[in-house]
């Protein structure tokens, strides 16, 4: 009898069930692995993140986990609870996720009400060594973004969103927009993705929080930081295109200081690829240099001070003019000389736990002078911007407020053959935004900003987000909003055609958009091996008082004017993305209606490819070995005439071998050499003056780079 009570108590289990739950949005986590400390017993949770586990004695521990969260190691001492609820937190470290700067919130950034795409370190790591020359290859892999060349004399690169011109999508550096009006987009893609952190893209309307420009949507390129341990980063890059990229990020954190400091070089020979003896790749020579000091006291204090300065010299044309460095012999030449200065500031200070009042500032002086046969163009800008915001973080609502001003001026130079006068403008915005959690599920986003501009009035910009989650992998997200965009002469890409442009007329308005994005997102974990990410959007960007230049009156003067035709944009969005063990692939889809709707028929938006599809696979073994390949299909794409033009792939290859601290790299773009000359003439002489073909397609043809990135 005492032998069998003995074994009785010997052997008795008890049950306890356990839910493991996100511990922001309290939902039930399914997949998660509860174990028992130093033994393989366990269970995983069902779709509900419920389980049961039966254990033979007390006291003991459990141990909780989950890809994404952090793991967590529970201790229990008697039977006493049957029933536990463990909460987790994100792992922000293991997943790979950032801040994000540009929605000015805390919130995760899946969770928010406006989408946010993010390109992280590990994006930029790997594309400092594949294209260190600039950024534009990366985002030209996103369905969503096309990335085109201006004309086919400077190859200045120039960024379409939603299928809308390239003067609809903003660019910022670390949250400042500070390349509008006359510096434009000029030089943006070629900052090299060594001195940055990660890139931000928002797709669709974001002028409530950033103001005039945002109307396609918005990209911000984010600084690197400095860390605790030392840096030291050196890339050197050579291309069959005779190009050479030098690059250097350094940095440490001392304590409460600590400071960054970026430097490169890119020197391109001019190349004529076609042998028409005009080049299709210009004469380059870009220099960039951008230290940045940090001082963070740990507890409510942090800011950063910094200064860029870039400086580039292009030579263009006929290939030999662009040898000689003369126009006198072979006729056509252009010279683009630019500089770059900038200066910003970023201070953030926490009064509290739940409150963070921020300002920064940025001034930035761009000078570009311009020859030609056909024009002298000498110009300086002074852009300046400063903001300041208060941010408020309750249970249920997230609010942010503040207000901005930007003052723009343009100063023509000595011998400048361009008619419109100088000028200046400022703009006064104050805006607001609350984010209100209404459930667990459920979160509503309100905002509306009102800009005052000292040229095109008082604008009334309001925004409305919905953001739902059924449950833990499925999100859902609808967002309104209102934009707009001041009439800018210099949104005209070839700069000969500026002599030509005469001052803003009194009756041009500023262009108004309505932008309107749905966003449905599915997350999941199969097996516990393959992860799984689907990403569905539906977009709509209507756009009233768009400009144009108008025909050449008696004197060839042209006035920029606003068309009575409304530009309509309709689209969709889709991408995949797949990540088994050492493979990853992604692929995209973007599909894309851009018309001027006029009578008796509409207009398509010249050189805006309707269908885009994208795919990269990549495979690596960790410290050794990496290696990808990505294509691009581009179709349905028109010419300013309506003639349609040839569709077309664009693929390219990589291999890297790491060995140490040193990555060698092989990398080969436009793999099948598609070019837009095998299709027809880039250059046409016409009494003698050679008329440039306006582009749609590759001209570099196949480009074999090889690369070496050395960190100490």
Known sequence: ??????????????????????????????????????????????????????????????????????????????????????????????????????????????????????????????????????????LGDLSVITVQKTNAVN??????????????????????????????????????????KQVEIIKGSSSTLYGGGAIGGLINFISKEPVDSPTITLTYNHSD??????????????????????????????????????????????????????????????????????????????????????????????????????????????????????????????????????????GNQLLTYTEANYLLEKEKNTLICGLNYNYDQFKKGENDSIFFPNYYYNTVGVFIQDIYKITDKLSIETGIRVDKHSRFGYLLLPSEGIFYKPSDKISVRLHYGRGYKTPNNFAVANPDELKNISIIGRGTKSELSNGLNMDISYHALIANKISVQLDQAFYYTGIENSTYLGEKNYFGIQHLLNSEHEVQSLGTDTYVRLSLDEWELYLGYNHTEAKEIAYPHDFNIAYNPNDKFATTLAYEIEKKWRMGIEASYNANQYKSSGEKVPNYWFMAAMIERKIKNISIILNCENLTDFRQSRKEDLVTLINGEPIYTDLWGPTEGRIINLSIKATL
């Open 1 to 138: 009898l005492l032998l069998l009570l003995f074994c009785q108590v010997a052997y008795a289990q008890s049950t306890i069930n356990i839910t493991v739950s996100d511990s922001l949005w309290k939902f039930g986590i399914s997949g998660a692995t509860i174990t028992i400390s130093d033994t393989k017993n366990g269970v995983a949770t069902d779709s509900l993140g419920k389980a049961s586990l039966e254990i033979a004695s007390f006291p003991v521990e459990l141990e909780i986990r989950m890809m994404g969260y952090n793991s967590k190691i529970i201790q229990l001492k008697d039977s006493s609870k049957t029933t536990i609820n463990v909460p987790l937190s994100d792992d922000v470290k293991n997943l790979g996720e950032v801040t994000v700067t540009t929605t000015r919130t805390k919130a995760r950034i899946e969770d928010l009400p406006m989408k946010v795409e993010v390109l992280g370190q590990e994006e930029m790591d790997e594309e400092s060594t594949i294209v260190p020359g600039g950024i534009g290859s990366i």
């Open 155 to 196: 190859a200045n690169d120039a960024i379409r969103m939603q299928g809308i011109d390239s003067k609809y999508t903003l660019l910022l550096r670390d949250g400042i927009p500070m390349y509008e009006g006359f510096s434009g987009s000029l030089g943006v893609l070629a900052i090299p993705p060594l001195d940055l």
């Open 241 to 378: 295109l005779n190009e050479n990229n030098l690059n250097m990020f350094g940095g440490k954190m001392f304590d409460n200081r600590g400071f960054t400091i970026f430097t490169g070089a890119n020197l391109k020979k001019a190349k004529d690829i076609n042998k028409d003896d005009y080049a299709e790749v210009p004469e380059d020579k870009n220099f960039t240099i951008h230290p940045r000091f940090f001082f963070n006291n740990k507890k409510d204090i942090k800011s950063d001070i910094g200064l860029s300065f870039n400086r580039d010299e292009k030579r263009s044309g006929n290939i030999f003019a662009i040898r000689e460095d003369s126009r006198t012999a072979h006729h056509f030449l252009q010279k683009e000389n630019s500089m770059r200065i900038t200066g910003d500031m970023h201070f953030e200070y926490k009064p509290a736990k739940n409150k963070t009042i921020s300002v920064k500032a940025a001034a930035s002086h761009f000078q570009r002078k311009y020859e030609s046969q056909a024009a002298v163009f000498n």
